[in-house]
């Protein structure tokens, strides 16, 4: 059973636009949670992440928001630039970190120019 | 660089040969972990270490073993390969099992193809 959804595979975008990625998860234990960026024949990257004790943490272009009540994440991208083009995945971990990360199959973020 | 470094990063294997593929960190990270990607399917865990001398099963430990021989290397090895172990092979750490604030950092993968 899958514990950490993100349920488009794929988002196209303009160029200065925003890109919304959203995350859903049905473990209520889960309280940490991570946005990770991935390019072909890379390993993943950390992006961000959040806390279950906040509703929102914001890096410059990037935030997310955390809707507890909803077990739904969502990443904002504003603007969306060409080399935000990459696979975002969704990851959650529960009891204040002490297990593994869980994550989501990922979606394919496009920006176009 | 310092990171996480995977060998080799290519590899074909035929159905039922072994091999072990390799990570290493320089970071003195005391976690370490094994993740396969697969087309749709996402990150999955194959095993972890969160320590030194400690391994555990994760989502899709069938047909394969670990080894963590010291704090820097955690190892993978598939005793006999089946196509349905093609796949990428990403090995991470982080410092401890908490991956508050930064998570954990990834390896640039190890493309095995199982023939």
């Known amino acids: 059973d899958q514990q950490v959804k993100q349920n488009s595979p794929s988002l196209s975008v303009q160029e200065g636009r925003i890109s919304i990625l959203n995350c859903d998860y049905t473990?209520?234990?889960?309280?940490?949670f991570l946005w990770y960026k991935k390019y072909p024949a890379e390993g993943p990257t950390f992006l961000i992440s959040i806390s279950s004790i906040k509703d929102k943490n914001e890096d410059g272009r990037f935030t997310v928001f955390l809707n507890k009540s909803a077990k739904h994440l969502s990443l904002h991208i504003v603007p969306s630039q060409p080399g935000d083009s990459a696979v975002y995945f969704c990851a959650a971990s529960e009891f204040g970190g002490n297990t593994p990360l869980v994550f989501g199959k990922g979606t394919r973020l496009s920006v176009i120019a | 660089n310092a990171g996480v470094t995977q060998t080799p990063k290519f590899q074909v294997l035929k159905t039922g040969q072994s091999m072990t593929l390799q990570c290493a960190q320089d970071m003195n990270h005391n976690s370490m972990y094994w993740y396969r990607q697969d087309p749709g399917m996402g990150l999955r865990l194959i095993y972890y270490?969160?320590?030194?001398?400690?391994?555990d099963k994760g989502e899709v430990p069938n047909g394969y073993n670990v080894s963590r021989l010291n704090k820097r290397e955690f190892s993978l090895r598939l005793e006999s390969a089946a196509p349905s172990q093609t796949s990428v092979y990403f090995c991470a750490s982080s410092q401890s099992q908490t991956p508050i604030p930064y998570g954990y950092t990834f390896g640039s993968g190890t493309r095995l193809t199982v023939v």
């Open positions: 270490s969160a320590s030194e001398g400690t391994t």
């Open positions: 473990n209520s234990m889960f309280d940490y």
